[in-house]
């Protein structure tokens, strides 16, 4: 089982930057593939960014160049710092892990709400 935690949603103007923060229990972290997602009222949930064990990084199109998601292995920690944030990347953030040798992401967090303003 693997836990996570979010952290670092709130509101925000259009053009600021929020970092988010997702903290896992596993002591394994660094097997596992780590994803953000966000879901918007109404909206799927969509894949934001991901991040594989060894640090290979996928961005969704719409957040290219203003995203970036990272992972610190020591603290069993992953990151996304938002900037030139728009009122369309308002949703509720997801973090997920996906087990090594697997396909789907299997462990989620909670969530963290990001507003931003016009």
């Known amino acids: 089982q693997v836990q996570l935690v979010e952290s670092g949603g709130g509101l925000v103007q259009a053009g600021g930057s929020l970092r988010l923060s997702c903290a896992a229990s596993?002591?394994?972290?660094?097997?596992?593939?780590m994803g953000w997602f966000r879901q918007a009222p109404g909206k799927e949930r969509e894949l934001v960014a991901h991040?594989?064990?060894?640090?290979?990084?996928y961005y969704a199109e719409s957040v290219k160049g203003r995203f970036t998601i990272s992972r610190d292995n020591a603290k069993n920690t992953v990151f996304l710092q938002m900037t030139s944030l728009k009122p369309e990347d308002t949703a509720v953030y997801y973090c997920?892990?996906?087990?090594?040798?697997?396909?789907?992401?299997?462990?989620w967090g909670q969530g963290t709400q990001v507003t931003v303003s016009s």
């Open positions: 991040i594989s064990s060894g640090g290979t990084t």
């Open positions: 997920a892990a996906r087990s090594p040798m697997t396909t789907m992401y299997d462990y």
């Open positions: 596993k002591r394994s972290f660094s097997m596992y593939s």
